[in-house]
């Protein structure tokens, strides 16, 4: 008989190796969070969510919703081209003037994700005698880059800057151009690259710095502003910073900025912007809208941090594990396998607390992990009741391991 070599074999067997045993007791994934509130608000309850990167709570602004609306009546949905042959729309421009001004490069380039615009920045400016020298715990859109690169890609161990200068040392030699790639916040762990260092060493070694600032615009920085912002560097000095729209702007879609000429080479040549459709103008509008209201209400930075301040307070106290994680939008909780992470993710939901499990996918096996993305719209008693419900589990847990010692 002929062996089954269909793609639906091949995918079913690939999804077993890939843990879907995990899914056979409950899919604790793509969790129908609308459905959920209603919920919860049956019952009086609210349904809280730490599974969402709106780090300054601006999602619902009626600012931002409104700002949308217009653009929609005005412009329509869609860009329908690519803006080099297609025409812009006044929208586009002025969100990349204020996005660039915001981070303190010259411009910057919107293009329609933030996963895109790693990956197709990352594989552009690099050719065949070049390296890309990259964080172990960089985010699938900067290995996707790699992968596509023509060029060498060289690991350095998470966020050993010895490591990097020295691979630096021995290797730079090899290749024309070298470009470091680093995280502003490492969206797993939730700790930060040294950037006065990672600045030292580009310049030493003669190589190009992008820093990845998806999870830290809007969050790092006494207004917000990033990486740069909170190590007091000079954005100039860093040759590309690549930002989202998903996260603190609310929306989605990505941006890629730096010194004026490297963006004006990139606005005519960049694949994934030349040839992709330009972000949507109801897109632009209202990312726009939340770049201006993220400089206005400057509560909402403060209160993300006194959150996350009370977050890692409890958790410390609760003797929970937080990793590396500085303590600002990004905290995971350790757990020591896959199966406690998810009974604990599973006990917080009934609960009506939405924090998915990590296991497997983009952390190492060995450390799943409880991610909690947390919210200037998080209130104290949320951050409370949370934290109670793993503590109490903790507890629990620990309980019979105790008394079987004392029996002995
Ligand atoms: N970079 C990092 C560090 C990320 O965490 C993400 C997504 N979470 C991206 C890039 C991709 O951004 P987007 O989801 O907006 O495409």
């Given at each position: ?133 990259i964080d172990e715990l960089s985010h699938n859109?900067i290995l ?11 690991v350095f161990r998470h966020n050993d ?20 790639v680093a995280e502003?916040i490492y969206s797993m762990d939730g700790d930060?690259a ?18 990845d ?110 990793g590396p ?37 983009g952390v190492p096996?060995?450390q ?41």
């Amino acid at each position: 008989m002929q062996k089954d070599n269909s793609l639906a074999q091949y995918a079913t067997k690939r999804f077993r190796l890939a843990g879907k045993a995990y899914l056979e007791s409950g899919d604790p994934f793509f969790a129908p969070t609308d459905t959920l509130r209603r919920e919860a608000e049956a019952k009086g309850q609210r349904f809280v969510s730490f599974a969402n990167y709106d780090y300054l709570g601006l999602s619902t602004h009626p600012a931002i919703k409104s700002s949308a609306a217009a653009a929609l009546d005005t412009f329509g949905v869609g860009a329908l081209a690519s803006r080099l042959v297609g025409g812009e729309r006044s929208t586009h421009r002025n969100l990349e003037v204020a996005l660039a001004k915001f981070v303190g490069t010259d411009s910057a380039l919107t293009l329609v994700s933030g996963y895109l615009t790693n990956v197709t920045t990352i594989s552009h400016i690099l050719g065949s005698r070049d390296a890309l020298f990259i964080d172990e715990l960089s985010h699938n859109s900067i290995l996707s880059g790699a992968k596509s690169a023509v060029a060498e890609t060289v690991v350095f161990r998470h966020n050993d800057l010895d490591h990097l200068d020295f691979l630096l040392r021995e290797r730079r030699e090899n290749f024309r151009n070298v470009l470091i790639v680093a995280e502003g916040i490492y969206s797993m762990d939730g700790d930060v690259a040294d950037l006065v260092r990672l600045v030292r060493i580009k310049e030493q070694r003669n190589a190009w710095l992008l820093i990845d600032e998806a999870h830290s615009i809007g969050v790092l920085g006494s207004e917000g502003r990033g990486l740069c912002e909170y190590a007091g560097v000079d954005p100039q000095q860093v040759d590309l910073i690549i930002g989202t729209l998903s996260k603190t702007l609310a929306s989605c879609g990505g941006f890629v900025a730096g010194k004026a000429p490297v963006i004006d080479w990139l606005r005519y040549t960049l694949p994934g912007f030349v040839y992709s459709v330009g972000l949507s103008p109801v897109i632009s509008a209202a990312a726009e809208t939340a770049l201006q209201l993220m400089q206005q209400e400057t509560w909402r930075l403060r209160r993300l941090r006194e959150n996350a301040e009370l977050f890692m307070d409890l958790a410390h106290e609760a003797g929970l594990d937080t990793g590396p994680a500085i303590g600002r939008g990004v905290v995971p909780i350790l757990f020591s396998d896959s199966l406690e992470t998810l009974a604990a993710s599973r006990l917080l939901l009934s609960q009506y607390y939405y924090v998915p499990p990590i296991i497997q996918i983009g952390v190492p096996k060995d450390q799943p992990r409880l991610r909690f993305f947390l919210s200037a719209t998080h209130t104290e008693a949320e951050i409370r009741g949370v934290i109670d419900l793993l503590a109490k589990r903790k507890s629990e847990h620990a309980a019979p391991a105790r008394a079987l010692s004392v029996a002995t």
